[in-house]
């Protein structure tokens, strides 16, 4: 983050307001025309996040806030792409980074902060599409993330608070 006089943080605040309308999703030919835009993506982490987490670092609601604000610039490149392509990921993640850099939303975070982010993000991702398209949750690509989203929450001893929260139960 950058830090101007007084110390107070710089941020590009044009850019993260105007990047928030990006939609998301417009790769897939199945939520394509669905729409939700990068600011509701981020307001769905962090309401996860404190739905879960029992007392948040500000650097885990920061990152949680502006953790994709990078994408406007460099695009954003479907989740299987990035899952099937290491390298490509890694250069992406790396390009994304110095955008955030430079609007001042780059958050470095603990090792225990970035796994919650990782799984409120993915999180965010199975709600929103149990939302709009619940037919998805049936293909092998969603059961593989959800899969892989309860094994996070049960390294992370969430299972019951995740499966709660994602199947509403009390």
Same mark, same amino acid.
């Given at each position: +983050?950058?830090?101007?006089?007084?110390?107070?943080?710089?941020?590009? $605040?044009?850019?993260?307001?105007?990047?928030?309308?990006?939609?998301? &999703?417009?790769?897939n030919?199945?939520l394509?025309?669905?729409?939700?835009?990068?600011?509701?993506?981020?307001?769905?982490?962090?309401?996860?996040?404190?739905?879960?987490?029992?007392?948040?670092?500000?650097?885990?609601?920061?990152?949680?806030?502006?953790?994709?604000?990078?994408?406007?610039?460099?695009?954003?490149?479907?989740?299987?792409?990035?899952?099937?392509?290491?390298?490509?990921? =890694?250069?992406? =993640?790396?390009?994304?980074?110095?955008?955030?850099?430079?609007?001042?939303?780059?958050?470095?975070?603990?090792?225990?902060?970035?796994? &919650?982010? =990782?799984?409120?993000?993915? $999180?965010?991702?199975? +709600?929103?599409?149990?939302?709009?398209?619940?037919?998805?949750?049936?293909?092998?690509? &969603?059961?593989?993330? &959800? $899969?892989?989203?309860?094994?996070?929450?049960?390294?992370?001893g969430?299972?019951?608070?995740?499966?709660?929260?994602?199947?509403?139960?009390?």
């Amino acid at each position: +983050m950058a830090y101007g006089d007084k110390g107070r943080i710089v941020r590009d $605040l044009q850019a993260i307001l105007s990047g928030g309308y990006c939609t998301r &999703w417009h790769a897939n030919a199945d939520l394509a025309h669905i729409r939700e835009t990068l600011a509701e993506h981020h307001a769905r982490v962090a309401q996860i996040i404190l739905a879960l987490h029992p007392a948040p670092s500000l650097a885990l609601i920061n990152a949680a806030l502006h953790h994709d604000a990078g994408e406007p610039s460099v695009g954003d490149v479907p989740w299987p792409v990035k899952r099937d392509n290491p390298e490509l990921a =890694k250069a992406l =993640k790396g390009a994304e980074d110095a955008e955030l850099r430079r609007i001042g939303c780059y958050v470095e975070l603990a090792p225990d902060d970035a796994a &919650w982010l =990782k799984l409120a993000d993915r $999180l965010a991702a199975i +709600m929103h599409v149990k939302h709009v398209a619940i037919h998805m949750l049936g293909r092998d690509d &969603w059961q593989s993330d &959800w $899969l892989a989203a309860l094994d996070m929450a049960a390294a992370m001893g969430l299972t019951d608070r995740v499966e709660s929260l994602m199947f509403g139960e009390p």
